[in-house]
């Protein structure tokens, strides 16, 4: 069996880039295709494409889109590494940042003046996403130059605007109603913020995890720690944001999970913030979890918005292990659209190969639990 794709970096994740019609010639449910060619489950993810990461195991489905006013229609999937699992409840805002490049390079959407736009509609949560490309003379530059926090090397810029974000995979904002709620876990109670906004995000409060505010540097290590809590906080997440029906049945990749605190007086970001992703610590920052807590601060009375003080801010400055990220929000024709900037490129152009039947999944994973 032959596959072609693409090899793409959006922001700061890698995602295989695949189109729609080229999977359904497989005729093999995605759920049990896609895993197989990542190499899960096995933790190396030696005998796929898969980066053995959380970051580097994901995949865009994509396609040219019929519906009026929109250019192409993707979905988005984050593939388990030592599961052999495909999580689709979620979008992920930077491997949302290779649609719009891979439209124009596919000759999908033609460049225009300085700047084209192309309109995306991620099929995982409904979100409208115009996408801005700078295209000079109109084409993409020879040598792409733009670069951004948690990525060495530069890429093309791609700016992301969320519309109307707010409650696209639970139907609210505040999924249970309320700007803060109290959860328990391991005996103790803890205050949380649930927002809906870009992706679900449950958000603690660094202080209350005995982390030092003042030090972000030490965050690591004292969440690394405290996992298994963390977890078990977002799980019963899920269930008040109506994600599960059950905190054993909530999704790995949703609700998202956000550690934020106050930064330090002479700082350059409004707020401190570390992300989980797949139960580990982000490298850098989801950026559908930028435009939850970018919502979340223009919010009255959540954790982020007393953590600012401004509900009417423009711009958000949010301090991740990469760097500052900077995300935007205004009003356009009606709608409030929540933006930040991203980079992407191609890495390769590729077919990749699956020699043998699929349905041994289950002697895959006995056989790498022995390693």
Request: hydrophobic fraction near 40%.
């Amino acid at each position: 069996m032959k596959i072609e794709s693409e090899w793409m970096r959006g922001g700061t994740s890698k995602c295989w880039v695949f189109e729609t019609e080229h999977l359904n010639e497989t005729q093999t449910s995605l759920d049990e295709l896609l895993p197989r060619l990542f190499g899960s489950p096995d933790r190396r993810q030696i005998d796929g494409v898969g980066g053995a990461t959380s970051t580097t195991s994901k995949a865009i489905i994509l396609h040219r889109s019929t519906q009026p006013g929109i250019d192409v229609e993707f979905t988005f999937a984050q593939v388990g590494i030592e599961e052999a699992t495909v999580d689709w409840g979620s979008n992920c805002g930077n491997c949302s940042a290779v649609v719009g490049l891979y439209a124009i390079e596919k000759g999908w959407v033609l460049p225009h003046a300085e700047t084209t736009r192309i309109t995306t509609r991620n099929t995982n949560t409904g979100q409208i996403i115009v996408q801005r490309v700078p295209t000079p003379g109109g084409a993409l530059p020879i040598v792409p130059e733009a670069n951004m926090p948690g990525v060495a090397f530069p890429g093309y810029k791609v700016g992301l605007g969320f519309q109307n974000p707010a409650g696209m995979t639970t139907g609210s904002l505040l999924p249970s109603g309320a700007a803060n709620d109290v959860l328990t876990a391991d005996g103790t109670n803890w205050t949380v913020s649930m927002v809906d906004a870009g992706a679900p995000v449950v958000i603690v409060r660094a202080e209350d995890l005995g982390l030092d505010v003042a030090r972000y540097d030490t965050w690591v290590g004292g969440v690394e720690l405290q996992l298994d809590t963390l977890d078990k906080i977002r799980r019963q997440a899920a269930v008040l944001m109506g994600l599960a029906a059950t905190a054993a049945e909530a999704a790995r990749a949703i609700p998202k999970l956000a550690i934020v605190g106050a930064p330090a007086a002479d700082s350059d970001a409004d707020v401190n913030v570390m992300m989980l992703s797949m139960g580990r610590p982000h490298p850098a920052l989801a950026i559908t979890g930028s435009i939850a807590l970018t919502l979340a601060t223009r919010t009255p009375n959540t954790i982020l918005s007393n953590i600012t003080g401004d509900t009417a801010r423009s711009t958000l400055r949010l301090r991740t292990p990469a760097g500052v990220i900077e995300t935007w929000s205004a009003e356009h024709d009606g709608s409030l659209v929540v933006g930040v900037d991203r980079t992407a490129r191609t890495i390769a152009s590729t077919t990749i190969y699956l020699p043998e039947a699929l349905g041994s999944v289950a002697e895959a994973s006995l056989a790498s639990a022995s390693y």
